[in-house]
C-alpha cells in the first residue's frame, strides 16, 4: 500500500463540516497526518470540544480514507478541538475566545443555575472555562459552587499585579461577593459598575480561556446597557420561565441585545422549569407555568431555542448545597451547551 499526505489530504477535501459548509482540509481541521506502511493516523481539530458532529465527523473522515485510498488503510483518528475565537472578543482580550452573556429581563428565573451549569459542562466536555459573576446585587455563583469563603489573592504577571480568580476544578471563578464589602456594590450606579466590571474582566488573570461566561444582573436598565455596551460580548443566551410576564422581561432583553448599535447576536433562548415530571409518574409531564411562550420570542428574534429544563428539585437543592459542578442534574445541560458552543462556532466562521 503506498499513498502520501497530498492522498489523504485530498480524500479528507471530501469531507465538510455540515455546520461551516466548507471542507474540513479547507478549514485547517486536519493536522499531523503520519503514515507508516498501511498504517495512516491524523488529528481533526474540531470547532469546539461539545461539538455535536463529532461521531459524524469521524465516519465521515473514514468512509473518504477507504473510499479514496483504499479499506486495507488502518485509520487512527485522534478527535480534539481548538475552540474557535469571536474576533470582536479576542482583540479586545487576546487571552479570551468568546464571552457569553447570561440574561434574563425578569429575576430569579435561573439565570445563574445556568450560567453555572453551562460552564460546568463545557468544562467538563475539555474546555478552559471562566465564569464571571456580573451581578452586583445578588452574587449567586460563589454559592452555587460552594466557594463562598473564598478571599481573593493578587498575583504578578509579567510585573502587572492581578487578582487570582477562585479555582473550582477547572473552572475560574470571579465574583464581586468575593471581595471584602460586596454590600457597598449596592449603591453603585451603571457607570461605576461597568468600570468595576471591566476591571474583572481585564485585571483577574484568566489565563487562556475559551469560554467566557457572563452572569448579567436581572433586567434591562441602565446597568446592563452599559454592560452589553462596554464589554466585548460574543453572543447572549436569555433565559426564561415559561409564564407570560417572564416571557414578556425575557422580550426586552432580546430587544436590548439586538438594538444597534450594539448588536450582540442572540445565541438562544433557555427555557427553564419548563415542565414538570413527577418522580412517581414518570411518563406524565405537567407544564406548569404554560407553554408556548419561549418559542414566540425566539420566532421574534430569529433565533433558537436552545432547550427546555425541567423542574428539577435536585438541581435546586445541589445548587443550594454549591454542588453545581457535580450535581447529576447536569445532564439535562448537556446538548444546551453542545448546541450554544456550535451556535458560536458557526458565527465565528461568518465573520
Ligand atoms: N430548573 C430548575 N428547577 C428547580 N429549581 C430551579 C431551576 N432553575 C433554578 N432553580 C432555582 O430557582 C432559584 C433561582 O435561581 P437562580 O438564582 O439561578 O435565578 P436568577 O435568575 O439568577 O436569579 P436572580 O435574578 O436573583 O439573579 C434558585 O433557588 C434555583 O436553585
Ligand atoms: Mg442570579
Avoid at 469531507?15 to 499531523?32: E, F, G, I, Q, S
Avoid at 507508516?36 to 491524523?42: D, I
Avoid at 455535536?52 to 488502518?74: M, Q, Y
Amino acid at each position: 500500500m503506498n499513498f502520501t499526505e497530498q492522498d489523504v489530504l485530498k480524500a479528507l477535501s471530501h469531507v465538510d463540516d455540515p455546520d461551516l459548509h466548507k471542507d474540513l482540509v479547507t478549514l485547517n481541521m486536519v493536522r499531523n497526518i503520519a503514515i507508516n506502511g498501511n498504517q495512516l493516523s491524523f488529528s481533526v481539530y474540531l470547532t469546539t470540544p461539545a461539538c455535536p458532529l463529532k461521531d459524524l465527523i469521524e465516519n465521515a473522515c473514514r468512509t473518504a480514507i477507504s473510499h479514496f485510498i483504499g479499506p486495507e488503510v488502518d485509520v487512527k483518528i485522534n478527535m480534539t478541538a481548538e475552540v474557535t475565537a469571536d474576533k470582536k472578543t479576542n482583540a479586545a482580550l487576546p487571552n479570551v475566545r468568546n464571552i457569553i452573556a447570561v440574561g434574563s429581563g425578569k429575576g430569579g428565573v435561573g439565570k445563574s443555575t445556568v450560567a453555572a451549569a453551562l460552564g460546568s459542562v463545557l468544562s467538563k466536555m475539555g474546555a478552559n472555562v471562566g465564569i464571571l459573576d456580573a451581578d452586583i446585587y445578588g452574587p449567586s455563583i460563589p454559592i452555587l459552587f460552594g466557594v463562598q469563603n473564598q478571599a481573593i489573592e493578587m498575583e504578578v504577571v509579567n510585573g502587572v499585579e492581578l487578582m487570582k480568580p477562585v479555582m473550582a476544578d477547572n473552572i475560574k471563578l470571579f465574583s464581586i461577593g468575593f471581595l471584602s464589602n460586596p454590600n457597598e456594590a449596592v449603591v453603585w450606579r451603571g457607570p461605576m459598575i461597568s468600570k468595576a466590571l471591566q476591571q474583572f474582566i481585564t485585571g483577574v488573570n484568566w489565563g487562556q480561556l475559551d469560554y467566557l461566561i457572563i452572569d448579567l444582573p436581572p433586567g434591562t436598565g441602565d446597568i446592563q446597557l452599559t454592560l452589553a455596551q462596554t464589554l466585548p460580548i460574543s453572543g447572549a443566551v436569555i433565559v426564561t420561565t415559561p409564564q407570560n410576564v417572564a416571557i414578556a422581561d425575557a422580550r426586552k432583553a432580546c430587544a436590548m441585545f439586538s438594538m444597534q448599535p450594539i448588536g450582540i447576536p442572540i445565541l438562544g433562548i433557555i427555557e427553564n422549569m419548563a415542565y414538570f415530571i413527577p418522580e412517581d409518574a414518570p411518563d406524565k409531564k405537567y407544564f406548569i407555568f404554560g407553554e408556548g411562550g419561549a418559542r414566540q420570542l425566539a420566532t421574534q428574534f430569529n433565533t433558537q431555542i436552545l432547550g427546555s429544563l425541567p423542574i428539577s428539585v435536585q438541581l435546586m437543592s445541589d445548587s443550594d448545597k454549591g454542588l453545581m459542578k457535580d450535581t447529576d442534574s447536569l445532564k439535562n445541560f448537556t446538548e444546551i451547551a453542545q448546541q450554544l458552543a456550535r451556535q458560536l462556532a458557526i458565527n465565528n466562521s461568518l465573520k
